[in-house]
């Protein structure tokens, strides 16, 4: 069985001796590598460029036995292909051009030609396709609409995101109104790279844990049906959604075959949870799930990662659908024979 395949196998619930394994945010500053090319340029750059962008999403796969390859991009090009441009400040992260707060900045937004003006993912996707073959994976991914609105609205990165939350609850038709245009810009983005070579998609919904529980429906997962209902129907759509634990049953009957886990969750519990949902069992859908080892272990030595991919390995004996990763992004300081270790655990491992 090839990586690739035993990847897809996993995201149809299908048994198998071992779980594939790739690491969200593979590629970054923990890679000595990454930081050569970053020292000749800039992120933007080398995510706009199919070339650097290729090369970049390649750098893991040369060190580690993975058996996906994400591309490495960025979740806000589909704002800036909408008419909001972001950059990174030297100091503080990311910075959009404006904040989005007038009815008038809200309709210069346009979806159409977004795949046009993001041509540069479409090539970056064949390229990097052609780099691997048939063997290994290769995933595309893309903000969720709620999480781009959290950027757009503020202007920028924020730990809780105040203006999103406040234009949600005082001015519910603006949010519709570019919460609509996201999602048509992503519908649109997703199928492009489909096109281009991706065997499976993964939402980020990371800013979901913001919204308050009664409200997480109508400012997060409806988009996300959305998107997913207007993809190929056997399609491998991924949700990641970080502190949403308490929506894991609205979410897996959203029309994902994936659903990602932070590192708070029992994976055990959360399989069993899912398998005696009743309307995922009246529907005879099978969801997995990923996840979800805490990434700031791979900080720690080799041994205490060996010992925590083991148990998390164990835990999910007899429990079909799981893909292994992190339950977040790894770390910057992650160090590099950790994520050796781990992936020498879960590719050396027999169920």
């Known amino acids: 069985m090839t990586s690739r395949e035993r990847f897809l196998a996993a ?6 001796e071992r779980p594939p394994i790739w690491i969200m945010r593979q590629a970054g500053r923990y890679l000595p590598e990454y930081r050569e090319l970053k020292a000749r340029h800039s992120f933007v750059e080398m995510v706009r460029t199919p070339a650097l962008a290729v090369e970049t999403s390649l750098q893991p796969l040369r060190r580690f036995p993975l058996d996906a390859a994400i591309l490495f991009s960025d979740i ?5 292909a909408l008419g909001q441009p972001y950059r990174f400040k030297e100091v503080g992260g990311i910075a959009m051009d404006f904040p989005l707060r007038t009815h008038a900045q809200l309709d210069r937004l346009s979806a159409a030609g977004v795949g046009d003006r993001l041509s540069y993912v ?4 064949r390229l990097l396709r052609r780099e ?4 290994t994976a290769l995933l595309g991914f893309g903000g969720s609409p709620w999480t781009l609105a959290c950027y757009m609205i503020e202007g920028g990165g924020s730990e809780d995101f105040p203006a999103a939350r406040r234009l949600l609850r005082d001015d519910r038709s603006f949010f519709e109104a570019l919460l609509a245009k996201l999602t048509e810009a992503l519908i649109g983005y997703f199928r492009m790279q489909i096109e281009a070579g991706a065997d499976a998609i993964q939402i980020f919904d990371s800013w979901g844990s913001l919204v308050a529980g009664p409200d997480y ?3 997060s997962l409806q988009w996300i049906r959305r998107i997913v209902a207007a993809l190929p129907s056997t399609f491998p759509v991924i949700l990641f959604a970080k502190g949403t634990a308490a929506h894991l049953a609205e979410q897996a009957a959203s029309g994902v075959r994936v659903l990602s886990v932070d590192w708070t969750v029992d994976m055990a519990r959360a399989h069993e949870a899912l398998a005696a949902d009743p309307a995922l069992r009246a529907s005879g859908r099978r969801v997995s799930l990923q996840g979800n080892l805490d990434p700031a272990l791979l900080s720690a030595d080799p041994a205490a990662v060996r010992s925590a991919a083991q148990k998390l390995l164990e835990s999910m004996h007899g429990r079909p659908g799981h893909i292994f990763n992190l339950g977040h992004g790894i770390l910057p300081d992650a160090r590099i024979e950790s994520v050796a270790a781990l992936v020498e655990t879960v590719t050396n491992w027999r169920y």
Do not use: D, F, H, R
């Open 217 to 219: 429906e109508a400012a």
């Open 11 to 16: 995201c149809a619930g299908s048994p198998l």
């Open 76 to 80: 806000l090009v589909v704002p800036e």
């Open 122 to 125: 479409a090539e970056a996707l």
């Open 132 to 135: 691997l073959g048939a063997s």
